[in-house]
T-cell receptor
Framework: KQEVTQIPAALSVPEGENLVLNCSFT??????LQWFRQDPGKGLTSLLL?????REQTSGRLNASLDKSSGRSTLYIAASQPGDSATYLC?????????????FGAGTQVVVTP | DAGITQSPRYKITETGRQVTLMCHQT?????MFWYRQDLGHGLRLIYY???????DKGEVPDGYVVSRSKTENFPLTLESATRSQTSVYFC????????????FGSGTRLTVV
């Protein structure tokens, strides 16, 4: 069974620091990995999608890496801002599942202080 | 407007009542999913669908029923609501099983009293 773990569960940084969020998964047979952002009381917003054949994806200040063989992905957020405060979730799309169901981590709650 | 919409955004219902949560997507995505999100449990899959009239159970299907007569709609029905079904419900869609990500709706916050 695929298990997805996100460490740390919570993180607080001063504005301007780079954020590093970790995601690990137990089964390397994945189609892709997706990072989401969730603001309190809101839905999930997709940030980055990395296919299993890719090593990284970038969008603005966000960069996500994927090392499938070691079962790890890292989301980097450069020069953090208070508006980056949210919960960040990673999810893997299981490659052994013909339906491609997502398996979510529990999330990392990020607070960026001014 | 293109996208995935859920209705209602908020719902309060009484124990034992039947309630239906609606999900509509405009992309004609084949795959649709229902999740519930609870503190301490994260996101858990309730039901999913690969196409019209093809559905299957997820991790926590008890007490829920789905139907998918049209590609764009995937309603979730609580047959007899219980307090344990108080939660935030998210619908999601995806174009394929492999190469595409999920897009989520804004959620429905359901309270069963």
């Amino acid at each position: 069974k695929q298990e997805v773990t996100q460490i740390p569960a919570a993180l607080s940084v001063p504005e301007g620091e780079n954020l590093v969020l970790n995601c690990s998964f137990t089964d390397s047979a994945i189609y892709n990995l997706q990072w989401f952002r969730q603001d309190p009381g809101k839905g999930l917003t997709s940030l980055l999608l990395i296919q299993s054949s890719q090593r990284e994806q970038t969008s603005g200040r966000l960069n996500a890496s994927l090392d499938k063989s070691s079962g790890r992905s890292t989301l980097y957020i450069a020069a953090s801002q208070p508006g980056d405060s949210a919960t960040y979730l990673c999810a893997v799309r299981r490659g052994t599942d013909s339906w491609g169901k997502l398996q979510f981590g529990a999330g990392t709650q990020v607070v960026v202080t001014p | 407007d293109a996208g995935i919409t859920q209705s209602p955004r908020y719902k309060i219902t009484e124990t034992g009542r039947q309630v239906t949560l609606m999900c509509h997507q405009t992309w004609s995505h084949s795959y649709m999913f229902w999740y519930r999100q609870d503190l301490g449990h994260g996101l858990r899959l309730i039901y999913y669908s690969a196409a019209a009239d093809i559905t299957d159970k997820g991790e926590v299907p008890d007490g829920y029923v789905v139907s998918r007569s049209k590609t764009e709609n995937f309603p979730l029905t609580l047959e007899s609501a219980t307090r344990s079904q108080t939660s935030v419900y998210f619908c999601a869609s995806s174009e394929s099983a492999e190469y595409y990500g999920y897009t989520f709706g804004s959620g429905t916050r359901l309270t069963v009293v």
